[in-house]
């Protein structure tokens, strides 16, 4: 019998309190509420405190996700961590994970797919438990992606927070995830990137966020328009199947101009971005624990996750909840 895996439990978690567009202003960035919303959609961002980690943000969506799904982290047997800001060069940030839930034994990772990290994640995860080789597996997408934005370039550091979002998946006879697809083009590797790295001690090249906003833009809305499809396409579903599409929260614009060439309607569509701003990784799971909390998003609904950013990386999960 084929084995499918099953979303059993959400959690995510947001950083001290809103930092709303004015607040930019007031710290001396050279900007406005007005741009930032008209450009963007965003309004507020979360940010770490100076010592909080991808790991401690992790592990308070974990416990949640855990705690819906009915479990403790001595049940799981694979732990993966989507997040380009990890705590460390390594150990992976979900080893420091698994150490603070007080797991022993899984398999541990980092998966490192920038803003598409967690549906890259979340499909590698789905293979596992399809396999037969595990049976419960913990998702985590967690950034500090404040640590990595040059507060100078008001182009991108309005664009940018910081949070975490996990899902716990579990072996099921029922589906279950259906379907997913995922794309990558490193040809593209310069549109977005942080060109630096640790060696001889020392940060080498840039260690900041660096992107040409209009091309990840229209990069962007032409590849998630294709991957749902070819995502639905697989289990011989359209677009119009679809109950809810959580998509990555990078630009309101980006969001309605996918939506809009999919036909799907705006009511259809979680959004975060305007309490969140882009949270990378943690921007999907973080917007699907807020659906399924305050119940849109019901059992037996079809959702669509999308994801796509530096790589150029992108995919997409197709899942009945
Ligand atoms: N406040 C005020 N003015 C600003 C700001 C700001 N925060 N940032 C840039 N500007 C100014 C620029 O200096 C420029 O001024 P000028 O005309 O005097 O030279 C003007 O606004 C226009 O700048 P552009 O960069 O051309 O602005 P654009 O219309 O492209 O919007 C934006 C920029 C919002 C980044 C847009 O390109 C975009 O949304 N791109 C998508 C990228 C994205 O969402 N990335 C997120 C990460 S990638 C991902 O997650 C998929």
């Given at each position: ?10 959690g995510?978690?947001l ?6 567009n004015?607040a930019?202003?007031a710290?001396?960035i050279?900007?406005s ?5 008209d450009?963007?959609g ?7 405190a ?20 009915g ?5 799981l047997d ?6 380009s ?15 603070s839930?007080g797991n ?6 980092d998966?490192?797919?920038v803003?598409s990290g967690?549906?890259?994640a979340l499909?590698i995860?789905?293979?596992f ?10 998702v985590?997408?967690a950034e500090?992606?404040?640590?990595i ?5 008001r182009g991108?550091c309005?664009?940018f927070g910081?949070?975490a979002?996990?899902v ?5 006879e029922?589906?279950?995830i259906?379907?997913s697809?995922l794309h990558?083009?490193?040809s593209?590797?310069g549109?977005l ?5 640790v060696a ?8 900041f966020?660096r ?6 833009f229209?990069y ?5 328009t294709?991957v749902?499809?070819?995502c639905?396409?697989?289990v011989?579903?359209?677009t119009?199947d679809?109950d809810?599409?959580?998509p990555h ?10 939506s809009?060439k ?7 569509v979680v959004?975060?971005?305007?309490r969140?701003?882009n ?15 305050d119940?849109?998003i ?7 996750l ?6 150029f990386?992108?995919g997409a ?5």
């Amino acid at each position: 019998m084929r084995v499918f895996s099953r979303l059993a439990g959400v959690g995510s978690y947001l950083p001290g309190s809103p930092v709303d567009n004015n607040a930019l202003v007031a710290r001396g960035i050279e900007t406005s509420d007005k741009w930032i919303v008209d450009r963007t959609g965003i309004r507020a961002r979360h940010l770490a405190a100076p010592n909080e980690t991808s790991s401690q943000m992790g592990r308070e969506a974990a416990l949640k996700a855990l705690d819906m799904a009915g479990i403790t982290a001595a049940d799981l047997d694979l732990i993966i961590v989507a997040t380009s800001t990890p705590d460390y060069v390594f150990p992976s940030t979900a080893c420091i994970l698994q150490g603070s839930l007080g797991n022993r034994g899984a398999a541990a990772f980092d998966v490192q797919a920038v803003c598409s990290g967690f549906v890259y994640a979340l499909t590698i995860a789905d293979k596992f438990i399809q396999s037969g080789s595990h049976r419960k597996a913990l998702v985590v997408g967690a950034e500090t992606f404040s640590r990595i934005l040059d507060w100078r370039d008001r182009g991108t550091c309005v664009l940018f927070g910081d949070g975490a979002g996990a899902v716990v998946l579990e072996a099921s006879e029922k589906p279950g995830i259906l379907a997913s697809a995922l794309h990558a083009d490193g040809s593209q590797a310069g549109i977005l990137s942080v060109p630096g790295q640790v060696a001889n001690g020392q940060v080498t090249g840039d260690p900041f966020l660096r992107m040409e906003g209009q091309a990840v833009f229209k990069y962007a809305v032409r590849v998630l328009t294709t991957v749902a499809r070819e995502c639905c396409e697989t289990v011989g579903l359209t677009t119009d199947d679809i109950d809810w599409l959580v998509p990555h929260q990078a630009n309101i614009r980006i969001i309605e101009a996918t939506s809009r060439k999919m036909g799907l309607s705006m009511e259809k569509v979680v959004v975060t971005l305007d309490r969140h701003g882009n949270t990378s990784a943690a921007s999907v799971p973080l917007a699907l624990d807020e659906a399924v909390r305050d119940r849109r998003i019901r059992r037996g609904q079809k959702v669509l996750l999308e994801g796509v950013g530096g790589g150029f990386a992108w995919g997409a999960l197709l899942f009945e909840f």
